[in-house]
């Protein structure tokens, strides 16, 4: 009996151990997410992005992978202030979602706004790396 409480112990601390290196991993994903936006960084920004993502932002069309990199290249968005909060994630398999609010504050086309979204992250394991595949952010209310 006693060795099976530390067999249960053990998987438990491993689980417990295991979520918090998740969160970890995710939140670094998050702020190099944060400093590509700041420093307007398109190599940093293609190598978080999967071929295949889907960027849905408020008052925009939704956008490839191919079109928000040439959106960036073509008009570079001036950030001051991009940061994320009130993380939550959870791991499926080969899938994380993450979601929690953003605070912005931009220039663009000389004209300047300051943003805050709630979004979600969808992270795909692929050839060992995580990949957004999916980024979806509305407009946060304020309260």
């Known amino acids: 009996m006693h060795r099976f409480l530390l067999i249960v112990v053990s998987f438990f601390a491993s689980i ?10 995710f939140e670094e994903l998050e702020s190099a997410w944060n ?23 408020p008052g925009m069309a939704p956008m490839t992978k191919h079109d928000a990199l040439a959106l960036w290249k073509s008009a570079p968005v001036m950030i001051s202030k991009y ?12 899938f994380s979602i993450v979601t929690g609010t953003i605070e912005r504050s931009r220039s663009f ?3 300047s706004a300051n943003d805050r979204w709630r979004f ?24």
Request: proline letters at 0%.
């Open 16 to 25: 417990a151990s295991a979520r918090a290196d998740d969160r970890a991993m």
């Open 35 to 57: 400093e590509a936006h700041l420093r307007g960084d398109v190599a940093a920004l293609d190598a978080l992005w999967s071929h295949d993502v889907t960027i849905i932002v």
């Open 83 to 94: 940061q994320s909060g009130g993380l939550a994630i959870r791991r499926v398999d080969k």
């Open 109 to 111: 086309n000389g004209r």
């Open 120 to 143: 979600t992250k969808i992270y795909q394991r692929q050839r060992g790396d995580w990949k957004v595949i999916h980024f979806h952010a509305s407009a946060l209310e304020e309260q």
